[in-house]
């Protein structure tokens, strides 16, 4: 049995989840075909999905094509809910990307063609929605060429395009000559000695194009009408790549989902390598973890399994402590996603203001199985804040509250996220027993500037063996965590980090009394003098606040031009406006903070017609005006005489 994860990713209502429903219904997986509409599909099965239309949560289903198992992700195409898609790219061999026939390539879309791309996950296009009026076919496949800047393959065509008889028929293998000749030099030399190639080598050459991810199997289609469908289900094992991996190795599997509908923590899982099975104890991010149960899919139910194998994704019980992104023995590769960082955060408060502690709690919680949701609690004014990728997501979470722990929230507005990056290389040292350190410990720690995108690293310039493992732990723990705030406040995404000393007072008893605290090093040792540290060597490399810059698109009346280029020549930078027929269609960047100014002005200048999007695109240091600072948790390592005195009970000199 081979497998293939095959992610479904799109922008917003390009029909992912209709496609979804539809492949499982062509494989005999279902024998009705639900809708998104009527909010009976297999993959949108939240409430607010149901109602909203709109699919909030990646979710798994799986069926068969001859010897190959599939389990599909259906991903979310909403900005706001980008995060959630990031996850799902860790554990896929293969991919489709939907485009809709009518409303073409969309910023969205490029973003996640590029990522796909820098991932190296072999890719096919299913262009939906022929079937409705204003679809396109040779202008959209140039768009594809030109907009994604793809190679492509068209492998049917569709007819009567834009009505409800809308079909396909099969494209001729020669038409993909000029391509496949551009990438595949052996079928050059071929063509060039015989003027000619026969079918089957045009056949090899994209199937193996294909799967390495250099061309793309363009499929025309309708999720609704089921044109296309099976041609694309067909495609699949053939044009895709199976899943690697052995089940002779040791155990590896990547967490890439979790939930709790309404009963225990479900923890979704793909196997890399080696076998799972209940009863096994695995180190989960460092720490033994014992596995209870697992499942596997059957079409979008869970089913109970007993062994979950290399290629497969399944839920496995009893690692409770296991965050999403997190791998269950071997970490298999250590690739960065690197999609955006959320822009925005919100103060969120319980209606009742006694229940404080329980929303902060409960935010914790559902922060502590996703990395990517951040809650802070303000030390002074006790303020919760999230952060956010759109206003929709204060739905979501607001939902979940009410929904899982009973609690009503309001959100107040939102503002503009920063990031600080690390400037220059800085170091600092602390050492035992000397007068300016009341720790019963030694720390030095050097930090350096990372790239964008590389995350936060921890090596060790002193040797392993030179303290108890524990303490190393509380080091590494403790500067990573320091790194949440930078000098300004906010959190320090990319930094290396370098322990470079380290020493410890031995666990050691007077001549008649036990061990005595006083006289050895303790984990709190080391936690109280590493964030003092990892603040003086921050302090000696220095930040620079930066603020997120999102790509626009607005598509407006072609009238409208010169008064909207008028507004966004102080708003925002222009990159270019394009006027076809009626519409006119401007691009640029814009600083988030401006995004809300512009989506406020854009109705009064375009006759209410105008449309804005945007999309994160990077962190730039803030420019025209005083970079933000946030609060600092207290005690602030960054003050060292308060600090000292809250936590050690004393500032020496
Ligand atoms: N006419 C037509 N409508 C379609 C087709 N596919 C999807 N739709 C409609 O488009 C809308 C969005 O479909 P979904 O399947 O929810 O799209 P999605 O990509 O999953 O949306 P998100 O998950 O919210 O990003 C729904 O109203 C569907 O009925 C199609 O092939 N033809
Ligand atoms: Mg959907």
């Given at each position: 049995m081979a497998f293939l994860n095959l992610g479904i990713l799109a922008h917003v209502d390009a029909g992912k989840t209709s496609l979804t429903e539809r492949l499982l219904f062509t494989a005999g997986v279902i024998s009705e075909l639900g809708s998104v509409d009527a909010g009976s599909t297999q993959t949108d099965t939240g409430d607010?999905?149901?109602?909203?239309?709109?699919?909030?949560?990646?979710?798994?289903?799986?069926?068969?094509?001859?010897?190959?198992?599939?389990?599909?992700?259906?991903?979310?195409?909403?900005?706001?809910?980008?995060?959630?898609?990031?996850?799902?790219?860790?554990?896929?061999?293969?991919?489709?990307?939907?485009?809709?026939?009518?409303e073409g390539v969309q910023a969205h879309t490029r973003l996640l063609m590029r990522t796909l791309r820098r991932l190296r996950i072999p890719t096919l296009v299913f262009v939906n929605k022929i079937d409705r009026t204003g679809a396109?076919?040779?202008?959209?496949?140039?768009?594809?060429?030109?907009?994604?800047?793809?190679?492509?393959?068209?492998?049917?065509?569709?007819?009567?395009?834009?009505?409800?008889?809308?079909?396909?028929?099969?494209?001729?293998?020669?038409?993909?000559?000029?391509?496949?000749?551009?990438?595949?030099?052996?079928?050059?030399?071929?063509?060039?000695?015989?003027?000619?190639?026969?079918?089957?080598?045009?056949r090899a050459s994209l199937r193996r194009?294909?799967?390495?991810?250099?061309?793309?199997p363009v499929f025309f289609g309708s999720a609704i009408t089921g044109a296309g469908v099976s041609q694309l289900m067909a495609a699949?094992?053939?044009?895709?790549?199976?899943?690697?991996?052995?089940?002779?190795?040791?155990?590896?599997a990547r967490v890439f989902k979790i939930d709790q509908p309404g009963g225990p923590r479900r923890t979704y899982v793909r196997v890399f390598d080696g076998v799972l099975e209940p009863r096994s104890v695995v180190p989960v991010a460092g720490v033994d973890g014992k596995i209870t149960g697992l499942s596997g899919f059957a079409g979008s139910r869970a089913v109970p399994r007993d062994s979950l194998r290399a290629g497969e994704i399944g839920l496995v019980r009893g690692l409770n402590k296991a965050r999403i992104g997190?791998?269950?023995?071997?970490?298999?590769?250590?690739?960065?996603i690197g999609l955006p960082l959320p822009s925005w955060e919100t103060v969120v408060a319980p209606l009742d203001a006694a229940r404080a502690g329980e929303l902060y709690a409960a935010l914790t919680e559902i922060a502590d199985a996703d990395p990517l949701i951040m809650v802070r609690r303000d030390s002074d004014r006790h303020e919760i804040s999230v952060s956010l990728y759109g206003e929709v997501q204060k739905e979501v979470i607001g939902t979940r509250l009410a929904e899982e722990y009973g609690l009503e929230v309001v959100f107040a507005e939102t503002t503009t996220m920063h990031v600080e990056r690390v400037t220059g290389t800085g170091s600092a040292a602390e050492i035992i027993f000397t007068a300016a350190n009341p720790f019963l410990a030694t720390v030095g720690l050097r930090i350096e500037p990372a790239p964008v995108g590389a995350g936060i690293s921890f090596a060790l310039e002193v040797e392993r063996g030179s303290m108890p493992a524990a303490f190393f732990t509380a080091v590494e723990d403790t500067a990573v965590g320091a790194l949440s705030q930078g000098l300004s406040g906010w959190p320090v995404p990319d930094a290396k980090l370098i322990m470079t000393h380290s020493g410890y007072a031995p666990r050691q008893s007077h001549a008649h009394a036990k061990f005595d605290k006083s006289m050895s090093s303790t984990g709190s040792d080391f936690r109280f003098l590493t964030a003092l540290v990892a603040a003086e060597?921050?302090?000696?490399?220095?930040?620079?606040?930066?603020?997120?810059?999102?790509?626009?698109?607005?598509?407006?009346?072609?009238?409208?031009?010169?008064?909207?280029?008028?507004?966004?020549?102080?708003?925002?930078?222009i990159g270019g406006s394009v006027v076809t027929g009626p519409l006119v269609v401007i691009t640029g960047e814009v600083a988030a903070a401006r995004l809300p100014a512009i989506g406020r002005r854009i109705p009064g200048l375009s006759h209410g017609e105008g449309l804005v999007e945007s999309s994160f695109i990077r962190f730039e240091p803030v420019r025209d005006t005083v970079a933000?600072?946030?609060?600092?948790?207290?005690?602030?390592?960054?003050?060292?005489?308060?600090?000292?005195?809250?936590?050690?009970?004393?500032?020496?000199g």
């Amino acid at each position: 049995m081979a497998f293939l994860n095959l992610g479904i990713l799109a922008h917003v209502d390009a029909g992912k989840t209709s496609l979804t429903e539809r492949l499982l219904f062509t494989a005999g997986v279902i024998s009705e075909l639900g809708s998104v509409d009527a909010g009976s599909t297999q993959t949108d099965t939240g409430d607010l999905e149901r109602r909203r239309g709109i699919t909030i949560t990646s979710a798994v289903a799986s069926f068969d094509i001859g010897d190959h198992t599939v389990s599909l992700i259906d991903t979310p195409g909403h900005p706001d809910f980008i995060a959630e898609v990031e996850r799902a790219l860790g554990v896929l061999d293969g991919a489709v990307l939907v485009v809709s026939a009518v409303e073409g390539v969309q910023a969205h879309t490029r973003l996640l063609m590029r990522t796909l791309r820098r991932l190296r996950i072999p890719t096919l296009v299913f262009v939906n929605k022929i079937d409705r009026t204003g679809a396109r076919d040779t202008g959209l496949r140039a768009d594809l060429e030109a907009k994604l800047g793809i190679a492509i393959a068209a492998l049917n065509r569709p007819t009567a395009l834009g009505t409800r008889r809308s079909s396909v028929s099969d494209a001729e293998p020669a038409e993909w000559l000029d391509v496949l000749t551009r990438l595949d030099d052996r079928l050059l030399r071929r063509f060039v000695e015989r003027g000619s190639v026969p079918e089957p080598q045009l056949r090899a050459s994209l199937r193996r194009l294909s799967r390495a991810g250099r061309i793309h199997p363009v499929f025309f289609g309708s999720a609704i009408t089921g044109a296309g469908v099976s041609q694309l289900m067909a495609a699949l094992p053939q044009l895709l790549p199976s899943a690697r991996g052995s089940v002779g190795a040791a155990p590896s599997a990547r967490v890439f989902k979790i939930d709790q509908p309404g009963g225990p923590r479900r923890t979704y899982v793909r196997v890399f390598d080696g076998v799972l099975e209940p009863r096994s104890v695995v180190p989960v991010a460092g720490v033994d973890g014992k596995i209870t149960g697992l499942s596997g899919f059957a079409g979008s139910r869970a089913v109970p399994r007993d062994s979950l194998r290399a290629g497969e994704i399944g839920l496995v019980r009893g690692l409770n402590k296991a965050r999403i992104g997190a791998w269950i023995g071997r970490p298999d590769q250590t690739a960065q996603i690197g999609l955006p960082l959320p822009s925005w955060e919100t103060v969120v408060a319980p209606l009742d203001a006694a229940r404080a502690g329980e929303l902060y709690a409960a935010l914790t919680e559902i922060a502590d199985a996703d990395p990517l949701i951040m809650v802070r609690r303000d030390s002074d004014r006790h303020e919760i804040s999230v952060s956010l990728y759109g206003e929709v997501q204060k739905e979501v979470i607001g939902t979940r509250l009410a929904e899982e722990y009973g609690l009503e929230v309001v959100f107040a507005e939102t503002t503009t996220m920063h990031v600080e990056r690390v400037t220059g290389t800085g170091s600092a040292a602390e050492i035992i027993f000397t007068a300016a350190n009341p720790f019963l410990a030694t720390v030095g720690l050097r930090i350096e500037p990372a790239p964008v995108g590389a995350g936060i690293s921890f090596a060790l310039e002193v040797e392993r063996g030179s303290m108890p493992a524990a303490f190393f732990t509380a080091v590494e723990d403790t500067a990573v965590g320091a790194l949440s705030q930078g000098l300004s406040g906010w959190p320090v995404p990319d930094a290396k980090l370098i322990m470079t000393h380290s020493g410890y007072a031995p666990r050691q008893s007077h001549a008649h009394a036990k061990f005595d605290k006083s006289m050895s090093s303790t984990g709190s040792d080391f936690r109280f003098l590493t964030a003092l540290v990892a603040a003086e060597a921050l302090r000696a490399a220095g930040t620079v606040v930066c603020e997120p810059i999102h790509a626009y698109r607005i598509e407006a009346p072609a009238d409208c031009l010169s008064g909207l280029l008028d507004v966004l020549g102080r708003l925002a930078s222009i990159g270019g406006s394009v006027v076809t027929g009626p519409l006119v269609v401007i691009t640029g960047e814009v600083a988030a903070a401006r995004l809300p100014a512009i989506g406020r002005r854009i109705p009064g200048l375009s006759h209410g017609e105008g449309l804005v999007e945007s999309s994160f695109i990077r962190f730039e240091p803030v420019r025209d005006t005083v970079a933000p600072r946030r609060d600092r948790h207290r005690p602030d390592p960054l003050e060292r005489r308060n600090y000292l005195l809250a936590t050690a009970g004393r500032a020496p000199g």
